[in-house]
């Protein structure tokens, strides 16, 4: 059974930094695109990042414009783990974050991905 776990969500003040991290059960994460997504309270779920699979583009990242210059993605391959650093965090970051993996489609589209974690909640606030 392949499951995505998220971890790191926290609640912070604006400014401050936080660090997600993604990691699988039942397979190996070096094989999937993999994206982070957030859904805010009465929103839609909207694509944050993703980074290639280790056989595609292996430098392929891809940021939403929100979020270029503050939210990086990397991988540890050797610890099969996806992280997000998120740095200078604004209170419009808050939301539940997740992890996806795809086959396919390294994008910041939902569609797009077949595998999805639980999520972690981010709470950005003074």
């Known amino acids: 059974q392949l499951q995505l776990v998220e971890s790191g969500g926290d609640l912070v003040q604006p400014g401050e930094s936080l660090r997600l991290s993604c990691t699988a059960s039942g397979f190996t994460l070096d094989d999937y695109a993999i994206g982070w997504f957030r859904q805010a309270p009465g929103k839609e779920r909207e694509g944050v990042s993703s980074i290639s699979s280790v056989d595609g583009d292996y430098d392929g990242t891809t940021y939403a414009d929100s979020v270029k210059g503050r939210f990086a993605i990397s991988r540890d391959n050797a610890k099969n783990m996806v992280y997000l650093q998120m740095n200078s965090l604004k209170p419009e970051d808050t939301g539940i974050y997740y992890c996806?993996?795809?086959?396919?489609?390294?994008?910041?589209?939902?569609?797009?991905?077949?595998?999805w974690g639980q999520g972690t909640q981010v709470t950005v606030s003074a």
């Open positions: 996806a993996a795809s086959l396919y489609y390294s994008t910041t589209n939902v569609a797009d991905y077949e595998y």
